[in-house]
């Protein structure tokens, strides 16, 4: 028999309480070592009991689930939090996830759901403590990266594209792209993918969420890279919650070691999700004007998002566009410089896209390729391979079978 779970149960309704454990009480590897009616005794009874997990309410008079998880996460940080719901709080969901919850269950859930959440976060939790992922490599979780815009038709897909296929191609590590545009994702279309599944058949699955169900909906690109496809049809959009993604993101980087994540031109509630999951957004500027005023209304809004400069980077794409405005220009309406300029090259990008094979493959040594390499490097760091990889003969067979 393995090592038994410990947990500890929070709701302020007795009943509930009594409820749960009752769902649990044959599993012969959870055990419930204690329970608390409120918030405040929560954090005490983790902190002198030191559960496994703590399975709580989100919505409790006095503190709340989220104020508890977050103090938890400093004062008790050995515990991993399942916190539980009830369908209409999505949005407390989503800030609950930010604050530290490993999981949330929406109520009513069966025993069967609730001992399967309990073992996973389990599971997940000690793989992380010991520092180690599912191969036994020592890792830490991966990097989201989002490439995002106030505008639409700026080359937010075909940056997010080859970016992915260029960590993937360049590095030894596991890459996953996501099309977060899930009314009008394009991505499998820009990598020539048909795939079989998307985002909307996996949040059907979400409750059981781990590597092994996140595998299942993924498309194989090449070797190292996956991607998680837009839904089909526009109108399964809305089946994909911002806890939904919170969570899709979360087991993603348990798994792979960069998430590119390209999105839609908006501030939804699903693009908020995304935007606060990222250690990384880069902010895709053009050289018209409106585009201009739009990314600069986007770095305010970020601001007031209080997110750290460090996370932000602007990338200006097609930066040579005849116009009469100068990237300097530019960069002093914003206030910021570009990390990266993309060059306008219609021939090769169209060509690439037209072909389905991203240009950092097709034409690796235009300057537009060239670009973006450098800034997947300056993303991989001491992961990144440069050349080396790509002159030996394994290279070049991965890059003519891809
Ligand atoms: N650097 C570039 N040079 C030339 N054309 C580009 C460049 N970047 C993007 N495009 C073209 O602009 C169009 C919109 O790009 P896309 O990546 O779909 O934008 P978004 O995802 O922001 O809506 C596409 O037809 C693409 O081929
Ligand atoms: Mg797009």
Same mark, same amino acid.
């Given at each position: 028999m393995s090592e038994q779970i410990k947990i500890v149960v929070v709701d302020d309704v007795e009943a509930t309480r009594e409820n749960i454990k009752k769902l649990i009480?044959?599993?012969?590897?959870?055990?419930?070592i204690g329970e608390a009616p409120s918030a405040s005794e929560a954090i005490r009874v983790a902190k002198t009991?030191?559960?496994?997990i703590v399975v709580m309410d989100?919505?409790?008079?006095?503190?709340d689930g989220i104020s508890a998880t977050e103090i938890m996460a400093t004062e008790a940080p050995g515990c991993a939090i399942i916190i539980m719901s009830v369908q209409a709080e999505q949005e407390y969901l989503r800030r609950a996830m930010i604050a530290g919850a490993k999981d949330y269950l929406n109520k009513p859930f069966s025993g069967a759901e609730l001992s399967q959440a309990v073992r996973q976060v389990y599971t997940n939790e000690r793989k992380r403590k010991r520092g180690l992922t599912v191969e036994g490599k020592t890792e830490e979780p991966g990097k989201i990266i989002t490439v995002f815009s106030?505008?639409?038709?700026?080359g937010k897909t075909t940056l997010a594209t080859n970016l992915a296929v260029a960590l993937a191609s360049r590095t030894e590590a596991k890459v996953g792209l996501v099309?977060?545009?899930?009314?009008?994702?394009?991505v499998a279309l820009f990598l020539n993918l048909l795939p079989r599944t998307t985002i909307a058949d996996l949040v059907r699955d979400i409750d059981s969420l781990d590597d092994k169900i996140l595998e299942r909906y993924v498309t194989e690109y090449n070797e190292h890279l996956r991607v998680l496809a837009a839904p089909?049809?526009?109108?399964?959009?809305?089946?994909?919650t911002p806890a939904h993604i919170e969570k899709v993101l979360r087991s993603m980087r348990d798994v792979y070691k960069y998430i590119i994540v390209d999105t839609t031109p908006s501030f939804s509630e699903v693009m908020l999700s995304v935007l606060d999951a990222s250690d990384l957004i880069l902010i895709v500027s053009a050289m018209d004007l409106p585009t201009i005023k739009n990314v600069k209304l986007c770095l305010e809004i970020m601001e007031s998002l209080n %997110? !750290?400069?460090?996370k932000l980077q602007l990338v200006l794409n097609r930066?040579?566009?005849?116009?009469?405005?100068?990237v300097a220009e530019v960069e002093e309406s914003l206030r910021q410089r570009f990390s990266v300029t993309l060059p306008n090259d219609g021939k090769v990008v169209m060509t690439s896209v037209n072909r389905g094979i991203p240009f950092v493959s097709g %034409? !690796?040594?235009?300057p537009v390729s060239q670009r973006v390499l450098h800034l997947a490097k300056s993303i991989a760091t001491s992961d990144w391979q440069g050349e080396k990889e790509r002159q030996g003969v394994v290279g070049k067979l991965r890059r003519l079978i891809g």
């Open positions: 009480e044959f599993e012969p590897d959870i055990e419930v009991l030191k559960p496994d989100i919505n409790m008079p006095g503190m106030t505008k639409g038709g700026v099309d977060a545009d899930l009314q009008f994702g394009d089909v049809r526009p109108e399964q959009a809305d089946t994909v %997110y !750290p400069p460090e930066a040579n566009t005849e116009g009469g405005i100068d %034409y !690796p040594e235009a």
